[in-house]
């Protein structure tokens, strides 16, 4: 960082370094891409192996007044 004066201004000229806080190393691009994928990987399998499906036990209907309603009729 260093001060010059432009047209009777002080002026403070940051290098890229600086102002990005430090070195640019792309490893937050890698963590976000592999956490991404392995995301994607569990819910596949958990869709595949049927995680995600429940039996019919009748608490739907539990609301209903009597059989006939459920029915529809």
């Given at each position: 960082m260093h001060k010059e004066e432009e047209d009777g201004d002080v002026v403070t000229h940051v290098s890229?370094?600086?102002a990005r806080g430090g070195a640019?190393?792309?490893v937050?691009?890698?963590v976000l891409s592999i956490s991404l994928g392995?995301?994607?990987i569990l819910?596949?399998?958990l869709l595949a192996t049927g995680f995600f499906n429940t039996a019919q036990t009748g608490a739907d209907n539990s609301h209903m007044a009597n059989v006939a309603e459920a029915n529809g009729s």
């Open positions: 890229r370094v600086e640019s190393t792309h937050t691009r890698y392995l995301v994607v819910f596949a399998i």
